[in-house]
Nanobody, 118 residues
Framework: QVQLVESGGGLVQPGGSLRLSCAAS????????MSWYRQAPGKERELVAT????????NYADSVKGRFTISRDNAKNMVYLEMNSLKPEDTAVFYC???????????WGQGTQVTVSS
């Protein structure tokens, strides 16, 4: 069974940093582009960051550009999201996503809560 398990969420003060991790299993990890999404209460789910299969290219939402960094370690089947200079508006449930170009279905983790508050 394919599983994506997020971890690393929690409470952090504005301006602080947090590193999210996503552990993948049950799939050939290097075949998948990986992304982080987030969803705040009352808002649509938003694409935050994407990284290509080999880690050669990344893309970020304008709202996080320059503050967040997505990375992956294919040897460990892990993807990370380093978040710096966090703002209260970053508060959301963050989800890990895996997409293979030949599949019509995306795999999702259960999410991890990030709360930015003083």
């Amino acid at each position: 069974q394919v599983q994506l398990v997020e971890s690393g969420g929690g409470l952090v003060q504005p301006g602080g940093s947090l590193r999210l991790s996503c552990a993948a299993s049950g799939l050939t990890f290097s075949r998948y582009a990986m992304s982080w999404y987030r969803q705040a209460p009352g808002k649509e789910r938003e694409l935050v960051a994407t990284i290509t299969r080999d880690g050669g290219s990344t893309n970020y939402a304008d709202s996080v550009k320059g503050r967040f960094t997505i990375s992956r370690d294919n040897a460990k089947n892990m993807v990370y999201l380093e978040m710096n200079s966090l703002k209260p508006e970053d508060t959301a449930v963050f989800y890990c996503n895996a997409k293979w170009a030949v599949l019509a279905y995306d795999y999702w983790g259960q999410g991890t809560q990030v709360t930015v508050s003083s």
